[in-house]
């Protein structure tokens, strides 16, 4: 991965020259409305304060557990023996993109969505929570991490939420078969090129035209940097979002003119 050094030098980059949101000369119908409805919504929606009660648990837990890593690893820590609070201070998503994956769910209705990656299952909770009746399918390939996910839905009352276990080379193909489209993804499991443009492929194969995909941390490294210019450049992609921590891939014919938007929040 990058170095903080470099990472910060890039991203004030970014913040330098992104578009500022606030949606005016947008001439994509789909990021105007994406801006105005979701981006710049500032509601404190009833559900936020529960969710972050359980991060605030989660990063004050200090709980020692194995982690089996099946992916580009953690930055930060790398014993496979790791502290709950450790984990949850260095690989939890921030409130600010949680709390919009929430408002994604909230203003789209996805009602087939599949996370890779459940880490503590906070993301996991803003996604199910924004679409009760969506069926949300999530990833994870550490055991114990699994277990503790499932307790955090258990607590918050999650009823929508099907937890998978396991190495995602392993599990994905059964979820696949069972989930026949998927209309929202969050991809947050692997930072790693390859990897991340194998998901890439076999979402696509299970797309729908209005189907949106999330990839988190495109700037984390050369290889995940890589990762998002392929996929920006697939003929399938028509529209595309960077918010430097996360990008955002929108899949529909009805957009002619592949466009790609790098936007400041």
């Not at 890039?10 to 801006?35: E, W």
């Not at 939420?161 to 994905?172: I, N, S």
């Not at 979820?175 to 692997?190: E, P, Q, R, S």
Request: charged letters at 20%.
């Amino acid at each position: 991965m990058y170095s903080s050094f470099q990472l910060t030098k890039k991203y004030l980059r970014y913040y330098f020259t992104a578009s500022n949101g606030k949606g005016h000369g947008t001439h994509s119908p789909f990021v105007f409305d994406f801006i105005e409805h979701v981006l710049n919504d500032k509601k404190n929606y009833a559900c936020y304060d529960k969710i972050e009660a359980v991060r605030s648990q989660l990063k004050h837990d200090t709980t020692t557990i194995e982690v089996e890593d099946f992916g580009a690893g953690s930055s930060i820590i790398k014993s496979n023996k790791r502290v709950v609070k450790d984990i949850a201070n260095s690989s939890l998503k921030s409130p600010k993109f949680a709390q919009l994956l929430y408002r994604i769910v909230q203003y789209y209705k996805p009602e087939n969505i599949l996370e890779l990656g459940t880490s503590f299952g906070v993301t996991t909770t803003y996604l199910a929570s924004g679409n009760d009746s969506a069926k949300v399918v999530t990833c994870e390939g550490a055991k114990q991490i699994a277990s503790i996910a499932a307790k955090n839905f258990t607590q918050l009352n999650i009823k929508n939420v099907t937890l998978v276990q396991g190495d995602f080379d392993k599990t994905l193909p059964t979820i696949f078969d069972t989930l026949k489209t998927i209309d929202l993804a969050f991809v947050d499991g692997n930072h790693r090129k390859e990897p991340t443009l194998q998901y890439f492929q076999q979402l696509l194969a299970h797309s729908t035209n209005t189907t949106i995909l999330v990839f988190d941390d495109i700037h984390w490294s050369q290889e995940m940097e890589a990762a998002w210019s392929a996929i920006q450049q697939h003929p399938a992609v028509t529209v595309t979002i960077d918010l430097f921590f996360i990008g955002i891939v929108c899949i529909s014919n009805g957009i002619k003119v592949k466009q790609h938007f790098i936007l400041r929040y």
